[in-house]
């Protein structure tokens, strides 16, 4: 296992007292949000919390499609289990394959209406969802922060460039 170390002494950088306390509690909090949300849609829209996501993106592109490789980018999975994902969704009659016109060896992935109403009667109660177990919680002066902390968290894990190790570049 790889530590980080400090330039000068070569000594692992451990977590101080307080930043373990945080690490822990971050990592507690999101564990049981994401349950907390895949728990909901399941019951709510028969499907797990990543598969209402692929939706919502589709839902939001023109004309309803969006390339397979950038929908995997975007929702940060794997192209396996992107296609796994999509599979199950053409099962529903929610989302259908085509061919891109302008790559052959590319795929579309297309919301069908019945997956757009599947996402109309689903996004009510995945919002209060959210809602009650998120910012129901915070001030909004704790939103803000919690938004910049997220975007600055974000912006240092997703390198750019052809060399990043990325699951959705693989």
Not at 53 to 61: D, E, H, I, N, Y
Not at 90 to 110: F, H, I, L, M, T
Not at 144 to 167: C, H, V
Request: proline share 5%; glycine share 6%.
């Amino acid at each position: 296992m790889e530590y980080m170390t400090t330039a000068s002494t070569g000594a692992p950088r451990w977590l101080t007292d307080e930043e373990q306390h945080t690490w822990r509690a971050y990592l507690h909090a999101t564990t049981l949000l994401e349950d907390h949300l895949d728990r909901q849609l399941q019951r709510d829209a028969g499907m797990p919390h990543t598969y209402y996501g692929l939706l919502v993106q589709l839902s939001q592109a023109p004309r309803r499609r969006m390339r397979m490789t950038e929908l995997a980018r975007n929702a940060k999975i794997t192209r396996s289990r992107l296609s796994h994902a999509i599979a199950r969704l053409e099962r529903n009659g929610w989302v259908r394959r085509e061919d891109c016109p302008s790559d052959k060896r590319g795929q579309n992935a297309v919301l069908t209406d019945d997956g757009h109403a599947m996402l109309s009667r689903s996004a009510p109660g995945h919002v209060e969802a959210v809602r009650q177990a998120m910012f129901d919680r915070l001030t909004p002066e704790q939103v803000k922060s919690l938004g910049e902390i997220m975007k600055a968290l974000a912006t240092g894990l997703e390198p750019e460039g052809a060399n990043a190790d990325l699951p959705w570049l693989r």
